[in-house]
């Protein structure tokens, strides 16, 4: 009796959860001018050359262009980095070199510098 009452509940939460199921199936139209401004066209010009694409896929000459181009990037990143941290080790060593060497020396100019200061 309470065997046949289990498979009771069961064959009708199983029944409740396909007809939820069913009922949330909508189909979606997306029109074509969406579809062409999301999709990737065959050839792009860039700055760095003509990038060329296969069903959205970049080609092997378009991989290594890209990648080259990251490298590039890199490299003027981590320079571009490095520029404010090169700036002050030269400031400290040009105040170092007109005597102010330990911690509690500073420096004071009677006018304001401009911006090629020689130390």
Same mark, same amino acid.
């Given at each position: 009796?309470? #065997?046949?009452?289990?498979?009771?509940?069961?064959?009708?939460?199983? &029944?409740?959860? &396909?007809?939820? @199921?069913?009922?949330? &199936?909508?189909?979606? /139209?997306?029109?074509? /001018?969406? #579809?062409?401004?999301?999709?990737?066209?065959?050839?792009? +010009?860039?700055? &760095?050359?003509?990038? +060329?694409?296969? $069903?959205?896929?970049?080609?092997? +000459?378009?991989?290594?262009?890209?990648? $080259?181009?990251?490298?590039?990037?890199? %490299?003027? $990143?981590?320079?571009?980095?490095?520029?404010?941290?090169?700036?002050? %080790?030269?400031?400290?060593?040009?105040?170092?070199?007109? %005597?102010?060497? +330990?911690?509690?020396?500073? #420096?004071?100019?009677?006018?304001?510098? $401009?911006?090629?200061? @020689?130390?």
């Amino acid at each position: 009796m309470i #065997l046949k009452h289990l498979i009771t509940i069961a064959f009708v939460v199983f &029944i409740m959860t &396909i007809i939820i @199921c069913l009922g949330t &199936i909508a189909s979606a /139209e997306v029109r074509q /001018e969406v #579809l062409d401004s999301i999709s990737t066209p065959n050839r792009v +010009e860039t700055s &760095i050359g003509t990038l +060329e694409f296969l $069903d959205g896929a970049p080609s092997q +000459e378009t991989a290594q262009k890209v990648y $080259d181009f990251l490298d590039t990037m890199r %490299g003027v $990143d981590t320079f571009l980095k490095g520029m404010p941290g090169a700036s002050v %080790g030269a400031m400290i060593k040009g105040i170092h070199e007109v %005597g102010a060497v +330990e911690a509690h020396q500073v #420096l004071i100019f009677d006018k304001l510098l $401009d911006s090629p200061p @020689c130390f």
